[in-house]
């Protein structure tokens, strides 16, 4: 059966409105969360139940993010855009350790 209406719809906050998604990873075990990118630097977390993210990163540069991972075993959130790798604990978004080559 073919259906035509919206199953679920992810609301960006009002700081994020007038930003372009950049990069969506979805969390490989469970697929109930995914991430996503903005073009100024931020994270959202979002549980695929719910319309409004768990918790929001902030990355200090404001740059496009790249890329985001879901390292399954130790529950990290890996983060990049052009300047720095930032690790996030999966759980409660807290900075892990971030890797920032010399420019």
Do not use: W
């Amino acid at each position: 059966m073919l259906q035509k209406t919206k199953a679920h719809e992810l609301i960006l906050p009002a700081s994020c409105q007038d930003q372009e998604i950049t990069s969506i990873k979805f969390e490989p075990s469970q697929a109930l969360q995914v991430a996503v990118g903005t073009a100024k630097g931020k994270v959202l977390l979002y549980d695929m139940r719910y319309p409004v993210p768990i918790y929001t990163l902030v990355h200090h540069y404001k740059m496009p993010i790249q890329t985001i991972q879901f390292h399954t075993a130790s529950k990290k959130i890996i983060t990049c855009d052009r300047k720095i790798i930032k690790i996030y604990n999966h759980v409660d978004g807290s900075l892990f350790t971030n890797i920032e080559p010399k420019s």
